[in-house]
């Protein structure tokens, strides 16, 4: 089983603090980390680690940022032939502020611009290709190369590629934004009906997908044997909530490599993200 991820790869400085800053105000922080992230390149990560066959076709730059990214992926074996190296375009940045006493986190993405990928061979033939819908181009030549491919996308905003990439994609995982947006409705948890009129919409505008929509906190609508149903999420108590969509996405494309019913999908995805 071969998993061909295509998309964003970033560097994470993240930064705990008690309280959220005030406008032209100096503070001093005492604690920091620093990792890889984006969604493509997070749920990579998590395929690798978790023993898969993974290959990442992502965009770093030619600064210590793009080489630690690299390091990172080799040391859980993904690998990074089709990771390519931009020489004018830095390695996007995101600093991420940590609400310690939520878990809540404030991102900022810090990039000119996300460079298209320009390798579009491959010597080999995935079984599944996850994208995160950032490159456009790339994702539509690997679903025509591969048309026997599962395809996942994690569509966690809404763009007009994004939206004309999902006429092709198997899995759909898309976020409740995403989901509110298309749809043209909000979901209101009091009122159950809400949530099966958004997810049938989502089914009628991509008739040939599975939908999944992450409800964060609130775990995973998705339909199993013509029943929409909600799935919760792993109780915890939050301290950093970064990347936890990601992982949900990595972690349902595990599953589905392994050949699991939606049930066991969603479960696996669901305490996953939980714990990360």
């Known amino acids: 089983m071969k998993i061909l991820c295509i998309g964003h790869s970033s ?6 603090a008690d309280v959220y800053p005030v406008e032209n105000t100096k503070y001093r922080f005492n604690e920091k980390y620093s990792c890889g ?15 898969i066959d993974t290959v990442i076709a992502s965009n770093v730059g030619s600064d210590d940022f793009g080489a630690k990214i690299k390091k990172e992926f080799q040391s859980v074996g993904v690998n990074t032939e089709y990771l390519e190296t931009s020489y004018d375009k830095d390695t996007s940045l995101s600093f991420i502020l940590i609400n310690k006493n939520t878990g809540s986190r404030t ?27 950032h490159d456009y181009a790339a994702t539509q030549n690997a679903i025509s190369k591969f048309p026997n491919a599962l395809t996942v996308i994690d569509a966690g905003r ?13 899995y759909i995982v898309c976020s409740k934004g995403f989901a509110e947006t298309v749809s043209g409705l909000k979901i209101d948890y009091n009122n159950p009906q809400t949530l099966v009129n958004i997810y049938n919409k989502l089914q009628n505008k991509y008739p040939n997908a599975n939908i999944v929509v992450t409800l964060e906190e609130r ?15 792993l109780k915890v108590q939050a301290v950093d909530t970064t990347g936890a969509g990601d992982i949900f996405h990595g972690a349902f494309t595990y599953a589905l490599s392994q050949n699991f019913d939606m049930e066991k999908i969603i479960t696996i995805a669901n305490i996953t993200a939980g714990l990360s």
Do not use: R
Request: some cysteine; proline content about 8%; hydrophobic content about 40%.
């Open 107 to 133: 991102v900022f993405n810090v990039a000119t611009e996300h460079p298209a990928l320009k390798k579009f061979s491959y010597d080999f033939t995935p079984d599944i290709i996850f994208t995160d819908g």
């Open 11 to 16: 560097w994470d400085i993240t930064v705990p």
């Open 37 to 51: 992230g984006g969604p493509a390149g997070n749920a990579a990560y998590l395929l690798g680690k978790w023993g």
């Open 158 to 170: 809404v763009t007009p590629e994004l939206l004309e990439l999902c006429k092709y994609i198997k």
């Open 219 to 233: 775990g995973a609508l998705y339909q199993n044997n013509n029943e929409i149903k909600i799935m919760p999420g």
